[in-house]
Structure formats: C-alpha cells, structure tokens
C-alpha cells in the first residue's frame, strides 16, 4: 500500500489549494478514504472522509463549507480542495486508508500565511 499526497505549499489567506493523494497497492475503489492533519504542537485531526462510491461525505466543523473532498476511483486519487483559507488551517496533511490495517501517505506541508 502507498498513498503519496500532493499540492501542498504557501498561500495568503482567503486563498485555495488542492491537494492530491495518489494510491496504489490496493483496490482504492473499496476503501473509505480520509484527510487528516496536524498543526504544530497539536494531535492530529480528521479534516474529511469519503465513502468508497464517494457519494456521501463527511467534514470537520472547521472546515465545513470551506474545503470538499472528492475521488476519481479511475485515477486511484482522493482531493481535498481547500477555498477560504485561514491562518488556522497551517498544518501538515495526511492522506490515511480505512482499515483493515493503518495506512498513511507522507504528508504534505500546507502554510497559509501573508
């Protein structure tokens, strides 16, 4: 299993990124799939997830209305598209597998800063 995340990097505030999380070594179209992430100092949290057809989803209070998750089961890719952004929102983020067995990409750094 490998889950490599993209399109992180430094944004103004108000600003949007999407992010990437490329699978492979399993059957991406079966599994549920999340975004996590963890700010400095702080434990890491769930940010979104999506189910294996991806028709239902579901959102951090946070970050509800602001950022969508989405998957392309052809590509083996979940996004999570982040508008709005906020200082708040600086953190590193995760991709992770739902179970069996605990799956994480390498993350990808998200800085939003002027």
């Known amino acids: 299993v490998q889950l490599v995340e993209s399109g992180g990097g430094l944004v103004q505030p108000g600003g949007s990124l999407r992010l990437s999380c490329a699978a492979s070594g399993f059957t991406f179209s079966s599994y549920k799939m999340s975004w996590y992430r963890q700010a400095p100092g702080k434990e890491r949290e769930l940010v979104a997830t999506?189910?294996?057809?991806?028709?239902?989803?579901t959102y951090a209070a946070s970050v509800k209305g602001r950022f969508t998750i989405s998957r392309d089961n052809a590509k083996n890719t979940v996004y999570l598209q982040m508008n709005s952004l906020k200082s708040e929102d600086t953190a590193v983020y995760y991709c992770k597998r739902s179970p069996p067995g605990v799956y994480w990409g390498q993350g990808t750094q998200v800085t939003v800063s002027s």
């Open positions: 999506i189910i294996s057809t991806g028709e239902t989803t």
